[in-house]
C-alpha cells in the first residue's frame, strides 16, 4: 500500500480540513436525564462524539475502607466502548482510560460541595459511544450536566474544550485527524463563573505566546458551551414544570350581588337537573305504585283466605 496523502490541516487563509474556522467550535448538542434508573444523566453530541454518562449517588460507599470521613468521594469510571473507534479497542480498561477517569474525578471535584456527603459516594460513568478527539473535554462538559440533572448541590458546572496547534495556528477544538496530525494539543476544564481552571493537560509543542494565545481562546470558547449547557438544563425543568403545574386561577372574593346570583344558578341548576331526570323519576315512581299493587293483593288474599278458614275456638266452641 501506498502512504497516505497527508491532511492539509489548514490553509493559508485560516481553513481547516472541514471547513472551520481557527476558533469555531464543533456543533454541541445535549440531552439530560435520558436514563430512567440513573440519578442524573446526559448525553452530549459534540462533533462526531457521543457521550454517554450516568450519575449515581451520593450513596453508601464499597467498599467502606474508601470513605473519607468529611467528605464524599467522587469516582469517575471513562470508558470507550469496543465499537467507539473505526478499528475495535479492546473492552479491558487501559492505561489511557485509566488516566482520564482519575483526572475527569479531579476535575469535578472543585464544583461539588462534596463536604454534604461524608462518607458517600458520587459515581460517574461515562462511556464513549462514538469518539473523534476531544472525548475527554467533552465527558466532563457531560458530567457536569449529568451531576446537575442528579440534584447534587454544585457551586457551577464545568466545562471542558482543547485547544491545539496545526503547523504554528492555534485552534480551538481539535478532531480526531487534527490531535493526531497537530503539533499541540492543549485540554482544559474550567468553572465558568469563577474561571477558575479545574484541569489542565499539555501535549506536544506550543510557545510562550501560542499558549497564552490558546488559553484565552479556550476561555471564550468555554463561555459559549456554558450557554449551550445552562440551556440544556433549563431546557429539562422547563418540560417538567409545565407538565407538573397546571394554571391555577385564583377566584375573587364573591360580593353580595355574586353570591344572590350563584344562588339563582344553583336554583336554574336544580331545575335543569330535574328536567333531564323525569324519566328517572317516572320509572320510580312506577316500581313504587307496582310494589303498593302487589302488597295490597297480598293482604286480600290473606284476608279471603282468613274468612275460608275460620278460627279453630270458635269451631271447638260450636261443638
Ligand atoms: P481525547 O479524546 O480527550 O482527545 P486523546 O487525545 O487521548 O483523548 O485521544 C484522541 C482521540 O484518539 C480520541 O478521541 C479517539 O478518537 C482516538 N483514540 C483514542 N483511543 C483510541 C484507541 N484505542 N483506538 C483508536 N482511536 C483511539
Known sequence: MTNKEKTVLITKNGIRHDGRKKTDLREIRFEVG??????????????????????????????????????????????????SVTERKSPAPKRREKEISKILAEAIEPAVFDYLYP???????????????????????????????????????????????????????????????????????????????????SDGVFNPEQYKEALDLLMDACQTIYKLQREAITNKYAKITEEIIEPVEVEPEPTEAKVEKKKGEKTEEKKETEEKTPKKKASAKKAKSEQSEESEKKKKTSKKKEKKTPPKKDEEAKE
Open 119 to 201: 462518607r458517600s459516594v458520587i459515581d460517574v460513568f461515562i462511556e464513549v459511544l462514538q469518539a473523534d478527539g476531544g472525548s475527554r473535554c467533552a465527558s466532563i462538559t457531560a458530567a457536569a450536566l449529568a451531576l446537575a440533572d442528579a440534584g447534587i448541590p454544585m457551586k457551577d458546572l464545568v466545562v471542558g474544550c482543547a485547544a491545539g496547534n496545526l503547523n504554528g495556528e492555534v485552534v480551538i477544538d481539535l478532531d480526531d485527524v487534527e490531535d493526531k496530525e497537530g503539533q499541540g494539543d492543549l485540554p482544559i476544564a474550567v468553572l465558568p463563573l469563577s474561571g477558575e481552571v479545574v484541569l489542565l493537560q
Open 34 to 83: 435520558i436514563l430512567d434508573r440513573a440519578d442524573g444523566s446526559a448525553i452530549i453530541y459534540w462533533g462526531k462524539n457521543k457521550i454517554l454518562v450516568a450519575v449515581y449517588g451520593p450513596r453508601e460507599l464499597h467498599p467502606k475502607h474508601m470513605a473519607l470521613p468529611d467528605r464524599a468521594l467522587i469516582r469517575c469510571e471513562y470508558r470507550m466502548a469496543t465499537f
